[in-house]
Structure formats: C-alpha cells, structure tokens
C-alpha cells in the first residue's frame, strides 16, 4: 500500500471538501485559460478578417451590426443598398468592388447563403478543393465545415429558406444544387454556402422563372406592370432555366453590401470621402477600425475576468494551505500514532505532500477535461461568440 | 533480560505527576501483567520502554540497548522492528480498511518484517478474515481491538506492549485475545507487559505486578 493510495484513501473520506478544492482549482484555472484563448482567438480571427478587408459600404446605421453582416454572415442586413452603387464604384476605377447580399440561409444546417460574383472568390483567394465555381443560376459552393459537419455531397440539393423566419413576404425558396467544395480557411467562408448573385436575387424576388404554359398573374406595383408566376419553380433545371427573368431597373436591385478592395491609399480615400455625409442613406466603414473599438472592449472584458480568476486561484491557493494546516491539527492523534507505531517524521511530510498532489492532479484532470469539453463545443473560438 | 529498568524517574512537562521505578528486570519469553489504578502511569510507563518518552533520570536498557542513548530515528525503527503495541484507543486510521490498517506500519516504513500469510493467519486466529476490507470506521469496537491486536502483532515483535487490550470485548473475545497473545509469546520466545484492570486475567500470566509495588516508596501519585 503506497502513500498515494492512502492519500486517495484520506481524500475519498472527505470527498466534499476534496471535491470543493479541486473544483475551485480547476474551475478559476479553466476560467484563466479560457478567457485568454477565447480572447486570442476572437482577436486572431477578427484582425485576420478584417484586414483582409479595406473598406464596407452598407446602409448607414449601426457600423458593428454591417461588420458582422458582411464579414462574418451574422445577422442579415435590415436594409438593403442599390446595385447601382456597385456600378458607381466599379466605374471609379477605385479597386475590386464586391458585391455581396444575404438574405438566406439553408433549411437544415442554417448556414449562411451568400449571393456574390466571382471577384469575392479573386479578392478572398477561394477556390474548389473539390469541384467546380458556381456559374448558372442555382448552383453553389460549399464551404469545407459545411462539408464536414453535414455530409453534403457535390451534386446534393440544399433547401434555402428566410434568414428571418417572420419574412412572409419572400417568394418560395429555391433548391441549390452543390457543384464544389471550397478549400479549408478557419473562416467565415468555411462556414457559408456562396452562389450567385443572380440567385440571390431569384431569393428577394427581383427575378424568378415560369414552368411551361404558366404566363403568370399580372401585378401593379411601384416598378409599374409586373407579373408573378402562377407555380414558382423550385429547382432551377436545364430546361427551366431559360425561363428566369428580372424585372425593374438593375441599378435597384437589391445587395446588403459592397465590399471595396481599393488598389491604394488615395482610392480608398476618395471613396470614404463620398460616403463623409450624414444625410448620405449609405455609409463606408472600416472595418479594422471598428473592430478595434469591439476588441478594446473585449481585452477590458479579458483584463478583468483575469483578475477575478487569478484572485480567485490566490483564494484557493490560500483555502488548500489553510485546510493543509487544518488538517494536520485535526489529524494530530493519527499522526501521532504514525510516529509510535515506527514510522519516520517524514512520513507525515509524505502524506500529506501526497495529498496535496492528488488534489492538484484532480484538478489538472478535472481543468483538462473541462477543456476538451469548451474546446469541442466550439466555446473557444472565435466563431462561438462573432 | 531483555528488559532493564534501574533508577527510572520520568516527569511529564507542566505535571506533578512522578514516575520512580528503582530496579525492574524481565526475561525474554516473560509475561508480565501490570496493574494498578487508572491514572497510575502504566500507559506511560509502557511508553517509556518502547523509546516515546526518554527517562528524566536513570537507564532504560531493552535487548541490551540504552533507550536514552538512542537517536529518534534509532528509536523509531527499534519500535518497528521490536516492538508490538496495542494501544488503549486502538488508534485505527478509520478512513483505511482493516487489512491496510494491519499492514499500515511496515508498508509506510518499507519494512519487510511482514507477509500476507502470516497476516492471514491472524486474521484467522483473530476471527477477522470477514471484515478484512470493511473500513475501519465501519467496525464495532470489538473489531476494532482485534485489528488493533492484529496491527502490533503483525511485524512478529520479540516484545508486545498491550495496553488494556481485552477493555472492550466480552469474555469469550477476551480468552481469545490472551490465549493468542499468550500462544504467540510462548512460539516466538517473545515478551509480553499487559496492563489491565481485570484481576481474573493475572493467572495466565508469568509475572503479575501492580505499579505502585514496583514505583520508590517516597514517591506517590498527587
């Protein structure tokens, strides 16, 4: 019989104060660990993104809600922007410009659908693991954590629906057909499904096609006459696809933004000068500088959880040295017996260093378990909490 | 002799109270019963042989050897691998099972005085076999003295010192007790200071004697 196993032995007898030392050791030391990979991750993961990205033009209001909109697919755009603005700044030679609209997300796995046109693949340096591009209306890429966590295969249909689920007004959703897979970039992209912008357009209704023999109803809108199909098509097939059509003025279709790559400094100046107006309905953002602002709050938020935690390991530090001492008091007949029964001085040291091994092991145990449980469930990184 | 007291006085600190045994010899293979009233000194006085108290004046001598000249370490290990003792409140670790408390001493000590078949021999002789991995918190009193019992005996000592050993079994147990203890001393020429206050027990012994009989006529209990 070893001094550990007595150790365990003691330890067991008093399982609700072994259990409070190592849950309070390994609860403020996962909460030290945590925060500071959380934090490193979100602040890997926004400074990569944004970056990457020079300039946002958006409908002006909350600059934060357009960062997350158009880089990181959160929350859909609760206005959209004209295409026209696309046209404007492609005509000022100022860069790429991307366009970008988000209005929906696959039925199943609620992943992002992102309409835009092949400069978003150029600018973003995507391209196929598997596969091809998107090129006829309805067809789409998938990106790799699509691919892992839902076994979609090249060839499958998703099921588009509304963003928001209190969108009545969308027309009925259409199928995508899967036509690639994009390469893994620990981003947002792996994490979207990308598709024309056409068919994002096909998604607000702007466009849509008829089945053989079906004219549709004749509407009277502010576009003037339109019509709209009698029996929406729902997957867009070689034989259907001649039949889709847009109606109104392309400069107005809808986009929910524009993302700039300008070729330099004075181009990126002069188009965030045009968007300097507060009576301007659109704005251009920055999204590094904003995102700075967001972090700034974050390593606040880091700075004062890491007080907290190491005050509470101090605390817990102090707790297992106050019960050290307490227990030898408490256990001074046992030691006592320890010594006239033949055994050594440092018998005693033995055991209760043993002791307090243990318990720090449990907590490591208890710490790295806790771990793999924040760190399989995706708490860790960035993409949990943006 | 394996046992030599001569001009013993011994005084616990902050106490009056006074030990002074002149002359006390035993032999090995010697059963001694030492009586005597309760606060008497017989527990101290056992702790005097086995080396936990050192003598205020005069010579403890044990197989030879002067207790008092002896390092603690020295004392130490000639308690683990002389003695046997049976202690009045058992001191059992209740946390650990009856096996592990027997084998306690010589397994911390990395000792090899003991052997698991001769610990199964007296668990068997002490009728314990039952609750061997029952922890000792969980035993009855009696049980308790006869893993206590177990635990002295169990590094085969050449000197058992058994203080009230038969206090909390009935008398069957406690034929028992001192019918293994007696069988153990006589097999292994060991020697055996039992104190008890059960004047029935003296017979089965050698050598029976009361402590004030052995203590200075001057010096008295205050």
Redesign the interface.
């Given at each position: 019989?070893?001094?550990i196993r007595?150790a365990h032995?003691?330890l067991?007898?008093q399982k609700w104060i072994t259990a409070l030392l190592v849950a309070s050791f390994s609860g403020s030391s996962l909460l030290l660990v945590a925060v500071n990979q959380t934090v490193e991750s979100i602040d890997s993961a926004f400074s990569d993104r944004v970056s990457s990205t020079p300039l946002i033009i958006g409908r002006r209001g909350s600059r934060f809600d357009l960062v997350l909109h158009s880089i990181y697919f959160r929350n859909p755009a609760s206005q959209s922007i004209p295409y026209g603005e696309l046209q404007i700044a492609a005509a000022a030679d100022s860069g790429i410009s991307v366009p970008l609209l988000f209005t929906h997300e696959t039925s199943i796995h609620h992943s992002p659908i992102i309409a835009t046109t092949d400069a978003y693949f150029i600018a973003r340096k995507l391209a196929v693991a598997i596969g091809s591009m998107p090129k006829r209306l309805g067809q789409c890429v998938i990106g790799a954590s699509v691919a892992d966590t839902s076994n979609i295969q090249i060839g499958d249909f998703l099921q588009s629906q509304p963003k928001s689920a209190f969108d009545v007004t969308s027309p009925v959703p259409i199928e995508l057909e899967v036509v690639g897979i994009l390469n893994r970039t620990n981003g947002p992209d792996d994490m979207a499904v990308i598709t024309t912008l056409e068919t994002g357009w096909i998604f607000t209704g702007t466009g849509h096609g008829h089945i053989s023999g079906d004219d549709g109803t004749r509407t009277n809108n502010t576009d003037g006459e339109s019509h709209i199909p009698e029996t929406p098509i729902t997957r867009i097939t070689d034989e259907n696809i001649n039949s889709f059509h847009f109606h109104g003025d392309e400069k107005e279709y809808p986009l929910s933004a524009i993302l700039i790559f300008p070729k330099d400094l004075q181009a990126q100046t002069v188009l965030e000068g045009k968007y300097l107006d507060d009576n301007n309905p659109l704005q251009a953002i920055i999204p590094e500088h904003v995102i700075q602002e967001v972090l700034e709050s974050v390593y606040r938020v880091e700075s004062i959880l890491s007080v907290v935690s190491i005050l509470s390991l101090a605390f817990v530090v102090l707790m297992l040295v106050v019960l050290t001492v307490l227990s030898i008091q408490l256990r001074k007949?046992?030691i006592e017996?320890?010594?006239?029964?033949?055994?050594?001085?440092s018998?005693t040291i033995k055991l209760v260093g043993c002791e307090t091994t243990l318990i720090l092991l449990y907590s490591a145990i208890t710490m790295a378990v806790g771990y793999i449980l924040l760190w399989s469930s995706g708490v860790l990184t960035a993409s949990y909490w943006i | 002799m394996i046992l030599t007291i001569s001009n013993l006085t011994f005084q616990h600190d902050n106490s009056d109270f006074e030990i002074a045994i002149p002359n006390w010899n035993l032999d090995s293979g010697e059963l001694c019963v030492l009586t005597g009233a309760s606060g008497s000194g017989k527990t101290t006085l056992l702790h005097l042989i086995a080396g936990l108290y050192l003598p205020k004046a005069g010579m403890i001598t044990v197989q030879g050897g002067c207790t008092a000249d002896l390092s603690e370490q020295q004392r130490r290990e000639m308690r683990l691998a002389t003695f046997g003792l049976v202690f009045q409140d058992f001191r059992l670790f209740s946390y650990l099972t009856a096996a592990e408390n027997i084998s306690l001493p010589y397994n911390l000590s990395g000792s090899s005085s003991t052997n698991p078949e001769w610990i199964e021999t007296l668990s068997e002789t002490f009728g314990i076999t039952g609750i061997l991995h029952q922890r000792a918190a969980t035993l009855s009193r009696g049980e308790q003295q006869r893993v206590a019992i177990c635990r002295a005996l169990a590094g085969r000592p050449a000197f058992i010192l058994a203080d009230e050993p038969t206090a909390s079994v009935d008398s069957e147990c406690r034929d028992t007790i001192l019918n293994t203890l007696r069988t153990y001393c006589e097999d292994h020429n060991a020697t055996m200071i039992l104190t008890s206050h059960d004047p029935s027990i003296r017979d089965s012994f050698t050598q029976s004697v009361d402590i004030q009989d052995l203590q200075h006529s001057e010096v008295s209990e205050s």
């Amino acid at each position: 019989m070893s001094f550990i196993r007595i150790a365990h032995r003691f330890l067991a007898s008093q399982k609700w104060i072994t259990a409070l030392l190592v849950a309070s050791f390994s609860g403020s030391s996962l909460l030290l660990v945590a925060v500071n990979q959380t934090v490193e991750s979100i602040d890997s993961a926004f400074s990569d993104r944004v970056s990457s990205t020079p300039l946002i033009i958006g409908r002006r209001g909350s600059r934060f809600d357009l960062v997350l909109h158009s880089i990181y697919f959160r929350n859909p755009a609760s206005q959209s922007i004209p295409y026209g603005e696309l046209q404007i700044a492609a005509a000022a030679d100022s860069g790429i410009s991307v366009p970008l609209l988000f209005t929906h997300e696959t039925s199943i796995h609620h992943s992002p659908i992102i309409a835009t046109t092949d400069a978003y693949f150029i600018a973003r340096k995507l391209a196929v693991a598997i596969g091809s591009m998107p090129k006829r209306l309805g067809q789409c890429v998938i990106g790799a954590s699509v691919a892992d966590t839902s076994n979609i295969q090249i060839g499958d249909f998703l099921q588009s629906q509304p963003k928001s689920a209190f969108d009545v007004t969308s027309p009925v959703p259409i199928e995508l057909e899967v036509v690639g897979i994009l390469n893994r970039t620990n981003g947002p992209d792996d994490m979207a499904v990308i598709t024309t912008l056409e068919t994002g357009w096909i998604f607000t209704g702007t466009g849509h096609g008829h089945i053989s023999g079906d004219d549709g109803t004749r509407t009277n809108n502010t576009d003037g006459e339109s019509h709209i199909p009698e029996t929406p098509i729902t997957r867009i097939t070689d034989e259907n696809i001649n039949s889709f059509h847009f109606h109104g003025d392309e400069k107005e279709y809808p986009l929910s933004a524009i993302l700039i790559f300008p070729k330099d400094l004075q181009a990126q100046t002069v188009l965030e000068g045009k968007y300097l107006d507060d009576n301007n309905p659109l704005q251009a953002i920055i999204p590094e500088h904003v995102i700075q602002e967001v972090l700034e709050s974050v390593y606040r938020v880091e700075s004062i959880l890491s007080v907290v935690s190491i005050l509470s390991l101090a605390f817990v530090v102090l707790m297992l040295v106050v019960l050290t001492v307490l227990s030898i008091q408490l256990r001074k007949q046992e030691i006592e017996t320890l010594h006239m029964i033949g055994c050594n001085r440092s018998t005693t040291i033995k055991l209760v260093g043993c002791e307090t091994t243990l318990i720090l092991l449990y907590s490591a145990i208890t710490m790295a378990v806790g771990y793999i449980l924040l760190w399989s469930s995706g708490v860790l990184t960035a993409s949990y909490w943006i | 002799m394996i046992l030599t007291i001569s001009n013993l006085t011994f005084q616990h600190d902050n106490s009056d109270f006074e030990i002074a045994i002149p002359n006390w010899n035993l032999d090995s293979g010697e059963l001694c019963v030492l009586t005597g009233a309760s606060g008497s000194g017989k527990t101290t006085l056992l702790h005097l042989i086995a080396g936990l108290y050192l003598p205020k004046a005069g010579m403890i001598t044990v197989q030879g050897g002067c207790t008092a000249d002896l390092s603690e370490q020295q004392r130490r290990e000639m308690r683990l691998a002389t003695f046997g003792l049976v202690f009045q409140d058992f001191r059992l670790f209740s946390y650990l099972t009856a096996a592990e408390n027997i084998s306690l001493p010589y397994n911390l000590s990395g000792s090899s005085s003991t052997n698991p078949e001769w610990i199964e021999t007296l668990s068997e002789t002490f009728g314990i076999t039952g609750i061997l991995h029952q922890r000792a918190a969980t035993l009855s009193r009696g049980e308790q003295q006869r893993v206590a019992i177990c635990r002295a005996l169990a590094g085969r000592p050449a000197f058992i010192l058994a203080d009230e050993p038969t206090a909390s079994v009935d008398s069957e147990c406690r034929d028992t007790i001192l019918n293994t203890l007696r069988t153990y001393c006589e097999d292994h020429n060991a020697t055996m200071i039992l104190t008890s206050h059960d004047p029935s027990i003296r017979d089965s012994f050698t050598q029976s004697v009361d402590i004030q009989d052995l203590q200075h006529s001057e010096v008295s209990e205050s």
